[in-house]
């Protein structure tokens, strides 16, 4: 199993205890993957987004228009 290097030793300790070959990868390894998500709160008119440091994207603010 690929892990990045950031997962705690403990846990990386007992999954191989558990029987996984467990390899190393960087902090942040493009190799697990990666996300970006939005998510529209209809009822409050605001949009919510995040983006994985793997990815190039980001998630902006959106400035608020007319109050």
Known sequence: MELESRVPAAIRAELAARG????LRGD??????GGQAVLRDFAAGVNYG???????GAAVPQLMRGK
């Open 20 to 23: 996984h070959q467990v390899e």
């Open 28 to 33: 942040y390894a493009a190799s697990v993957g």
């Open 50 to 56: 995040a983006s994985d440091p793997r990815k190039d």
